[in-house]
């Protein structure tokens, strides 16, 4: 059982998180490439110095930054989500260990162009259904596990109940903005004492996604 210092941390940490995307949101809207610098700058300060930074040891010690490709526009997208078909009410329970089962429930799919799963196919995106609710969508793409790559478990692109929310399209309020230069490792990358979620089959890309943030080392 965490002590209450740690929960105060945790919790500092998720309110700096929502800080960051509400920032990352209003400097998209007119420089998408300056909310990645301060996106990335932010995380490096919190990985750095905050308490409850998922690093631990050495690995704090000898941290210089996150390792995370240049901002490439091409990988922005703002697709809406389509109704399932024909999987209506599939729910995903996920064993954390510590966190006990997390159960999510399918709303639809996203379309992203050259990387969706199969010709036609598209991402599936979920709800938190319990405590907070939220929408969430892991990717895991080709780089997966490879030297210099990508988290074998996926990425994160959206978990807006922890805050990491990049809006909707100004000109579609039904669309949601999925820009990957912003997907990023979950806690348990760097720390097993971290219990996430991964990527589920219907969120695998069939092609490598080359930004957003890579695993060091």
Not at 90 to 100: N, Q
């Amino acid at each position: 059982m965490p002590d209450a210092r740690s929960i105060l941390d945790v919790a500092d940490w998720r309110r700096r998180v929502f800080a960051l995307y509400a920032e990352v949101r209003r400097r998209s809207a007119t420089d998408p490439t300056d909310a990645h610098a301060h996106w990335v700058r932010s995380r490096n300060d919190l990985f750095a110095r905050h308490p409850a930074s998922p690093l631990v040891g050495a690995d704090r010690a000898a941290f210089s930054g996150l390792p995370v490709s240049a901002y490439d526009p091409a990988w922005r997208f703002e697709v809406e989500v389509q109704a399932p078909s024909n999987r209506g009410g599939e729910r995903l329970e996920v064993d954390t260990g510590t966190d006990g089962v997390v159960p999510f429930e399918l709303i639809g799919s996203v379309n992203i162009p050259a990387v969706g799963r199969e010709p036609g196919g598209g991402l599936d995106v979920w709800r938190l259904a319990t405590y907070g609710g939220g929408v969430f969508l892991p990717v895991k793409d080709a780089l997966a596990n490879t030297p210099g790559g990508t988290y074998g478990g996926g990425r994160y692109l959206l978990d807006t109940v922890k805050g990491a929310d990049l809006g909707v399209a100004r000109s579609n309020p039904r669309a949601l903005v999925l820009d990957l230069n912003f997907a990023y490792n979950p806690s348990c990358a760097y720390d097993p004492a971290w219990a996430c979620p991964l990527a589920p089959p219907g969120n695998a890309l069939r092609g490598a996604v080359p930004v957003g943030e890579r695993m060091p080392g």
